[in-house]
């Protein structure tokens, strides 16, 4: 029987390709959208041996990787694995995507025998056909990567890999060992990013010679450009009315603004100008369909032997919502930093900037103090919406350090008081001074009063002792000891059970994890007295919050370190400042924080009315004061 010649990805999908019902919103023969014609053709070009595609939701990606592992198998039976980030996720990828679409395409019974059988070459880990291999692995077992060798490697969502696998090393250097020897070695790798620094697609898209992206002509000027989101500083990007009163009502004015001419392009425009857009390098070299390429004068060139490819969810013509939904989305997340992240990740396909930066500015941080006390600050230092205070206790040899958080709705919060104490703590002196500290009282401008309501006092070096009796002699629930663990990936507190030998409740923070949120936060910007989710206000008062103290608070940066036996782990660090007490006073505030919340079900909610101080014998502190020493 004569054999037809290859054709493109794209040809080929369009006229084999089905959507299984269940594992898509539509189900039928595919079409490739127009911004995917080049997408799917590059991952199918064996000439392109290495591929990095940073993608957002909502571009078909995992259609795609099955029409091209499909692709190749038929007309090039190329031996092929895919990875994906689990065993797991590995066996849920080949029942919904593979097994689902296959059974709907007639051309893979002509390739795949056991297409419907239950057989030892048809099962969820490995398909063989007719002059091919295909297996479906996790990407988080060692085995795994080991006594395979392929000729093509798909890496589904490597952000959502292991940085490392045990001693072994790094997984994508792993996964690649396993194309030695392949005539045509092709490489395929896709996800969503996560955080910058510590993402694996930001160092495979370093890699490539080009990245490429999408270039789409304004129907009103002419002008190619790239979407991008924009902020509200730029002149071009993603535009509404702000001054709508709702959420949907300003999504419903959503619309790109050109670069070129500066006028509104809408979403019903997005079709044409894609069927007119083109795939450009950052040298200028171009394509339209992923086959052949360009320079910037238009003459041929050879094709790049590894491409980088960007593309996120604002060119999907097939979107329920449109534009209008995307802007939407990010009107609900705005402000909440965790939502913003996933907004960033998911619908962007850019990686979160937030937990992870060169150098956090002091001096911007300084500049955005605000009042919201009335006449002397230190006689109503407590915000009206503050719901509860904390407080974190830094000990040095020569000192202690006492910082004051008050807590809103939706962990908003400000700095109230900071309270240096000079001498030993093993003094009774200094002891004593610190215990009429802790029981101090602050006010609203409403003339209401809070106590703090929890202390973490840090208890590591040698003076361990010391804060333990701190904690017997003024509540062992109220006044809590805590030794921080300087290990990417510990929960925020560990508070114990049972109270230790000592009869405390030494409670282990994870430091990383604080830091990381604390700096998440820190970009966040005050919006004029109005509630802001997640955002740290600072008072305008050089006394307790001045140059000093925002250097302490952006002291440190997350940096990765190899340990002599190869393995990379990540490592916060004081870098930009020789000391860090504002920092881990905010870190141990919150940890004291995250432990009402978690333990003694606090809920952070707006207050409503003003609250009357708590009675002798009600309260935590006052439960804290009957336990003290039990």
Same mark, same amino acid.
């Given at each position: 029987?004569?054999?037809?010649?290859?054709?493109?990805?794209?040809?080929?999908?369009?006229?084999?390709?089905?959507?299984?019902?269940?594992?898509?919103?539509?189900?039928?023969?595919?079409?490739?959208?127009?911004?995917?014609?080049?997408?799917?053709?590059?991952?199918?070009?064996?000439?392109?041996?290495?591929?990095?595609?940073?993608?957002?939701?909502?571009?078909?990606?995992?259609?795609?990787?099955?029409?091209?592992?499909?692709?190749?198998?038929?007309?090039?039976?190329?031996?092929?694995?895919?990875?994906?980030?689990?065993?797991?996720?590995?066996?849920?990828?080949?029942?919904?995507?593979?097994?689902?679409?296959?059974?709907?395409?007639?051309?893979?019974?002509?390739?795949?025998?056991?297409?419907?059988?239950?057989?030892?070459?048809?099962?969820?880990?490995?398909?063989?056909?007719?002059?091919?291999?295909?297996?479906?692995?996790?990407?988080?077992?060692?085995?795994?990567?080991?006594?395979?060798?392929?000729?093509?490697?798909?890496?589904?969502?490597?952000?959502?890999?292991?940085?490392?696998?045990?001693?072994?090393?790094?997984?994508?250097?792993?996964?690649?060992?396993?194309?030695?020897?392949?005539?045509?070695?092709?490489?395929?790798?896709?996800?969503?990013?996560?955080?910058?620094?510590?993402?694996?697609?930001?160092?495979?898209?370093?890699?490539?010679?080009?990245?490429?992206?999408?270039?789409?002509?304004?129907?009103?000027?002419?002008?190619?450009?790239?979407?991008?989101?924009?902020?509200?500083?730029?002149?071009?990007?993603?535009?509404?009315?702000?001054?709508?009163?709702?959420?949907?009502?300003?999504?419903?004015?959503?619309?790109?603004?050109?670069?070129?001419?500066?006028?509104?392009?809408?979403?019903?425009?997005?079709?044409?100008?894609?069927?007119?857009?083109?795939?450009?390098?950052?040298?200028?070299?171009?394509?339209?369909?992923?086959?052949?390429?360009?320079?910037?004068?238009?003459?041929?060139?050879?094709?790049?032997?590894?491409?980088?490819?960007?593309?996120?969810?604002?060119?999907?013509?097939?979107?329920?919502?449109?534009?209008?939904?995307?802007?939407?989305?990010?009107?609900?997340?705005?402000?909440?930093?965790?939502?913003?992240?996933?907004?960033?990740?998911?619908?962007?396909?850019?990686?979160?900037?937030?937990?992870?930066?060169?150098?956090?500015?002091?001096?911007?941080?300084?500049?955005?103090?605000?009042?919201?006390?009335?006449?002397?600050?230190?006689?109503?230092?407590?915000?009206?919406?503050?719901?509860?205070?904390?407080?974190?206790?830094?000990?040095?040899?020569?000192?202690?350090?006492?910082?004051?958080?008050?807590?809103?709705?939706?962990?908003?919060?400000?700095?109230?008081?900071?309270?240096?104490?000079?001498?030993?703590?093993?003094?009774?002196?200094?002891?004593?001074?610190?215990?009429?500290?802790?029981?101090?009282?602050?006010?609203?401008?409403?003339?209401?009063?809070?106590?703090?309501?929890?202390?973490?006092?840090?208890?590591?070096?040698?003076?361990?002792?010391?804060?333990?009796?701190?904690?017997?002699?003024?509540?062992?629930?109220?006044?809590?000891?805590?030794?921080?663990?300087?290990?990417?990936?510990?929960?925020?507190?560990?508070?114990?059970?049972?109270?230790?030998? =000592?009869?405390?409740?030494?409670?282990?923070?994870? %430091?990383? #994890? &604080? +830091? *990381?949120?604390?700096?998440?936060?820190? @970009?966040?910007?005050?919006?004029?007295?109005?509630?802001?989710?997640?955002?740290?206000?600072?008072?305008?008062?050089?006394?307790?919050?001045?140059?000093?103290?925002?250097?302490?608070?952006?002291?440190?940066?997350?940096?990765?370190?190899?340990?002599?036996?190869?393995?990379?782990?990540?490592?916060?660090?004081?870098?930009?400042?020789?000391?860090?007490?504002?920092?881990?006073?905010?870190?141990?505030?919150?940890?004291?924080?995250?432990?009402?919340?978690?333990?003694?079900?606090?809920?952070?909610?707006?207050? =409503?009315?003003?609250?009357?101080?708590?009675?002798? %014998?009600? #309260? &935590? +502190? *006052?439960?804290?004061?009957?336990?003290? @020493?039990?």
């Amino acid at each position: 029987m004569k054999r037809s010649p290859p054709v493109s990805g794209t040809e080929w999908a369009n006229e084999h390709y089905r959507l299984a019902s269940g594992s898509s919103q539509e189900e039928g023969a595919w079409v490739t959208l127009p911004f995917q014609v080049a997408i799917l053709n590059m991952i199918c070009n064996r000439s392109i041996r290495r591929l990095s595609f940073q993608k957002s939701a909502r571009i078909g990606w995992t259609k795609m990787l099955v029409a091209a592992v499909s692709c190749l198998l038929h007309q090039y039976k190329t031996n092929t694995v895919i990875y994906q980030p689990t065993d797991d996720d590995a066996k849920n990828f080949t029942i919904d995507e593979i097994d689902g679409a296959w059974e709907e395409m007639p051309i893979i019974r002509k390739i795949f025998n056991y297409l419907f059988a239950r057989d030892q070459n048809n099962t969820t880990k490995k398909k063989v056909g007719i002059g091919w291999i295909l297996d479906i692995l996790g990407a988080g077992t060692p085995k795994n990567m080991r006594r395979i060798t392929k000729a093509a490697l798909f890496g589904d969502e490597v952000d959502g890999w292991d940085w490392e696998l045990g001693k072994e090393g790094d997984p994508i250097s792993l996964a690649r060992t396993r194309l030695q020897g392949a005539a045509f070695p092709m490489e395929r790798w896709g996800t969503t990013p996560t955080n910058a620094g510590e993402s694996h697609i930001e160092k495979l898209m370093a890699e490539m010679d080009l990245t490429f992206r999408f270039y789409l002509p304004c129907p009103n000027c002419g002008h190619e450009q790239v979407l991008e989101w924009g902020t509200p500083e730029t002149k071009y990007g993603f535009k509404w009315d702000d001054s709508q009163p709702s959420i949907e009502l300003k999504a419903k004015t959503a619309h790109y603004c050109c670069v070129g001419c500066e006028q509104p392009i809408y979403y019903r425009s997005l079709l044409s100008m894609e069927r007119r857009g083109r795939w450009m390098a950052e040298d200028f070299t171009w394509t339209k369909d992923g086959l052949h390429f360009f320079d910037i004068d238009n003459n041929p060139v050879l094709t790049p032997t590894s491409v980088g490819i960007h593309c996120w969810a604002a060119y999907n013509p097939k979107m329920t919502d449109g534009w209008i939904g995307l802007v939407r989305d990010f009107l609900q997340k705005r402000n909440d930093p965790a939502k913003l992240k996933t907004f960033t990740n998911l619908m962007l396909g850019e990686l979160w900037e937030g937990e992870y930066r060169d150098k956090l500015e002091w001096e911007v941080l300084k500049g955005r103090r605000e009042i919201w006390w009335v006449g002397e600050r230190k006689t109503n230092p407590v915000p009206e919406r503050a719901v509860v205070l904390t407080g974190g206790i830094d000990t040095q040899d020569d000192r202690i350090e006492m910082f004051i958080w008050a807590w809103g709705a939706q962990e908003e919060c400000w700095l109230v008081d900071h309270i240096v104490l000079l001498g030993d703590l093993s003094s009774e002196v200094l002891k004593d001074a610190a215990g009429q500290q802790l029981h101090n009282q602050y006010k609203k401008p409403s003339g209401e009063s809070m106590d703090v309501r929890l202390w973490c006092w840090d208890a590591m070096g040698h003076k361990t002792d010391d804060v333990y009796e701190m904690s017997r002699r003024h509540g062992v629930m109220w006044v809590i000891p805590i030794q921080g663990e300087n290990q990417y990936g510990k929960p925020i507190q560990n508070f114990p059970r049972k109270k230790n030998s =000592k009869k405390v409740y030494l409670t282990r923070l994870g %430091t990383d #994890g &604080l +830091k *990381a949120r604390l700096y998440g936060r820190l @970009g966040i910007t005050p919006k004029n007295g109005e509630p802001t989710p997640g955002c740290v206000h600072f008072p305008v008062d050089d006394e307790i919050a001045g140059d000093e103290f925002f250097k302490q608070l952006c002291s440190a940066t997350k940096k990765q370190e190899i340990q002599k036996s190869g393995r990379r782990v990540w490592r916060w660090v004081k870098q930009y400042h020789p000391f860090d007490e504002a920092l881990d006073g905010w870190n141990y505030a919150h940890a004291a924080l995250n432990i009402l919340v978690q333990k003694f079900g606090l809920k952070l909610d707006e207050p =409503k009315v003003k609250q009357k101080s708590e009675s002798k %014998t009600g #309260g &935590l +502190k *006052a439960l804290a004061e009957r336990l003290s @020493g039990g």
